[in-house]
């Protein structure tokens, strides 16, 4: 048949997975936490069933759930957003990539991505007819401006960032939000802020929201997640925010990608938002004690890092221990032989580059599964 997706196979996330439950591998391959969700939204959640909110909400999602997350952001960025027309409710955050990719790319349209890139963005811009254009990040996964201004051209309709960086944990700072407006303004080039692990950001420092950049944000389209944020990766919920114009335009597809996200899912979230606005702001610590534990854990093994700045995510490289195997071969050794998964991170570049040996950890885990890591990875 005449793929539309010839060379795509099952994501690297399904393989790794898969490999580690056959193997009974330990797995911090796929990002998901192993922990129970927290026990009042799952109480909420029951609640709303047996309470029969069982049917089609609305198409843009309960006006519950769009209030709490307009509160949030007025909370968090200390702006305010319209949650009748800035805001929609999607089946997960990949959805509303999906959508917003093909609410915007036209057939030949060019969508810049830097890589590493996290694997939905370009096969979502092909299904639209669009090109994608990769720029590397830099050695510390920092932006290349002038790269990127290089890449831009008179088809660029689209450029997709993400901060915090999924794989790498890298943030972009003010200084970057300002450099993409500038080069992107006087082209009216769209903006899509993958920021589904906004509220995991490490040492002190401040997520960089595109909602908050008054330049950008008026051709934004900014995601993100409730499965990250509430431990619930499995609920497939998500959202996305942008100005009432270009609402509008992915709302157009949103409605027949999938209508709307489940109903007893959005009350429940609605429900624990409002009695524990706590939960988001623990987050953080909450990340950050379990990425120190694991970055402890590997001090005395011979794997090398630098702790992450943001997500559930931490690099390691691997070169003193096998600088025979490449990523996806090490990545299935370790898994196979050794009792451990992860993800390598080769897969996210469209060309990856020569002579780097670095995998991916998850530390979204108990304290009990950390530290059986640990012990492992120091075995290596
Ligand atoms: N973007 C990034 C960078 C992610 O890591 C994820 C997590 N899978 C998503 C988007 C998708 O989130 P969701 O599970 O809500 O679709
Ligand atoms: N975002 C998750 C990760 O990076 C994977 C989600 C998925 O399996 N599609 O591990």
């Known amino acids: 048949m005449h793929s539309k997706l010839a060379d795509v196979g099952l ?6 997975s898969q490999l580690a439950q056959q193997r009974g591998a330990l797995n911090l391959s796929q990002g998901f936490p192993d922990f129970p969700a927290p026990l009042a939204l799952k109480e909420a959640l029951a609640a709303r069933v047996a309470g029969d909110d069982n049917q089609y909400p609305p198409m843009t999602g309960v006006p519950e759930l769009r209030e709490q997350v307009a509160a949030l952001i ?26 917003a990719i093909q609410a915007l790319v036209h057939p030949g349209d060019e969508v810049i991505v830097f890589d590493p890139a996290y694997d939905s963005y370009e096969p979502a811009v092909r299904l639209a007819g ?24 008179d088809r660029t309709r689209l450029v997709i960032i993400n901060s915090p960086h999924n794989p790498s944990g890298a943030l972009l700072t003010a200084a970057d939000l300002d450099r993409l407006a500038a080069l992107t303004e006087s082209r009216g080039i769209h903006i899509l802020s993958d920021e589904v692990y906004e509220h995991l950001v490490f040492d002190g420092q401040r997520h960089q ?14 995601v993100s997640s409730f499965g990250k944020s509430f431990h619930v990766t499995g609920w497939k919920t998500g959202y996305l925010v942008a100005s009432p114009r270009l609402s509008a335009e992915v709302r157009k597809v949103h409605q027949y990608v999938s209508f709307c996200a489940p109903t007893p899912l959005q009350l429940a979230l609605a429900d ?14 909450f990340y950050q004690a379990k990425r120190d534990r694991l970055c402890a854990a590997l001090a005395g093994s011979r794997f090398s890092l630098v702790p992450a700045a943001g997500t559930y995510f931490q690099l390691v490289d691997y070169r003193a221990i096998r600088d025979d195997l490449d990523d996806v071969a090490m990545a299935r050794w370790l898994t196979e032989e050794k009792g451990i998964a992860s993800i390598p991170l080769s897969v996210f570049y469209e060309r990856p580059p020569a002579d780097r040996y670095w995998l991916r950890l998850c530390f979204a885990k108990t304290d009990e599964t950390l530290n059986r890591a640990g012990e492992l990875l120091c075995t290596i």
């Open 11 to 16: 994501t690297i996330f399904s393989q790794m």
């Open 74 to 99: 007025s909370r968090r960025y200390g702006i305010e957003v319209c949650q009748e027309e800035e805001i929609t409710i999607t089946p997960g955050a990949t959805q509303a990539i999906f959508c």
């Open 130 to 153: 669009g090109v994608t254009r990769h720029v590397q990040l830099g050695d510390d996964f920092t932006p290349d401006w002038d790269a990127f201004a290089a890449a831009i051209n």
């Open 209 to 222: 929201s595109v909602l908050t950049h008054s330049q950008l944000y008026p051709r934004a389209l900014v």
């Open 272 to 285: 624990f938002m409002q009695q524990h606005p706590e939960h988001v702001d623990g987050l953080a610590a």
